[in-house]
T-cell receptor
Framework: EPEVTQTPSHQVTQMGQEVILRCVPI?????FYWYRQILGQKVEFLVS????????KSEIFDDQFSVERPDGSNFTLKIRSTKLEDSAMYFC????????????FGPGTRLTVL | AQSVTQLDSHVSVSEGTPVLLRCNYS??????LFWYVQHPNKGLQLLLK????ATLVKGINGFEAEFKKSETSFHLTKPSAHMSDAAEYFC??????????????WGLGTSLAVNP
């Protein structure tokens, strides 16, 4: 069964460093998403991506964040200069079409900023 | 604006007894509603979804949920709890007619404990 994969499973970085979180969505999906879950808090939407551009982004997704689909397979989330409060589990998701169609989630990357 | 309220942060049941996890939603539009489950140290798995067809939705592992528009509720139930059901459960809403902007709005989650 096709699945969304994410690497690395755990990333530890120093404050101020850049990190890139990688995701491989399901191959025939067209919509891609990033969410994050700070420990003990709810899952929060960060950004959605369709047709090689951002469809929607939340207020969390400021200039420090960017997304890219560099090669038609990977979907990456970059944080330019990490802050302590960026420590969270980051989930990538993809769907065939938007709306009621199910979003399939990857296992997540746990980012720890020291 | 859309929002989700999960009425219980923690539910504890005995194995073999019914499970009820409560969820109320707020949406200005026609909502799609989902329940996701997250087992410890695992990713997010879809249990079931409502997208405008039957109001009683059956999902995996014996779970079901009923969409009640008049009550703006989408409670999750299971007739008989199993030890393996112990996990975090999230009620989620999405706008069905939002074009290509289909973000999911999440509840805070309900932690289900199943006692032997």
């Amino acid at each position: 069964e096709p699945e969304v994969t994410q690497t690395p499973s755990h990333q530890v970085t120093q404050m101020g460093q850049e990190v890139i979180l990688r995701c491989v969505p399901i191959s025939n999906h067209l919509y891609f998403y990033w969410y994050r879950q700070i420990l003990g808090q709810k899952v929060e939407f960060l950004v959605s991506f369709y047709n090689n551009e951002i469809s929607e982004k939340s207020e969390i997704f400021d200039d420090q964040f960017s997304v890219e689909r560099p090669d038609g397979s990977n979907f990456t989330l970059k944080i330019r200069s990490t802050k302590l409060e960026d420590s969270a589990m980051y989930f990538c998701a993809s769907s065939e079409a938007g709306g009621g169609n199910e979003q399939f989630f990857g296992p997540g990357t746990r980012l720890t900023v020291l | 604006a859309q929002s989700v309220t999960q009425l219980d942060s923690h539910v504890s049941v005995s194995e073999g007894t019914p499970v009820l996890l409560r969820c109320n939603y707020s949406s200005s539009y026609s909502p799609s509603l989902f329940w996701y489950v997250q087992h410890p140290n695992k990713g997010l798995q879809l249990l079931l979804k409502y997208t405008s067809a039957a109001t009683l939705v059956k999902g995996i592992n014996g779970f079901e949920a009923e969409f009640k528009k008049s009550e703006t509720s989408f409670h999750l139930t299971k007739p008989s709890a199993h030890m393996s059901d112990a996990a975090e459960y999230f009620c989620v809403v999405s706008d069905r007619n939002a074009g290509k902007n289909r973000k999911l709005i999440w509840g805070l989650g309900t932690s289900l404990a199943v006692n032997p």
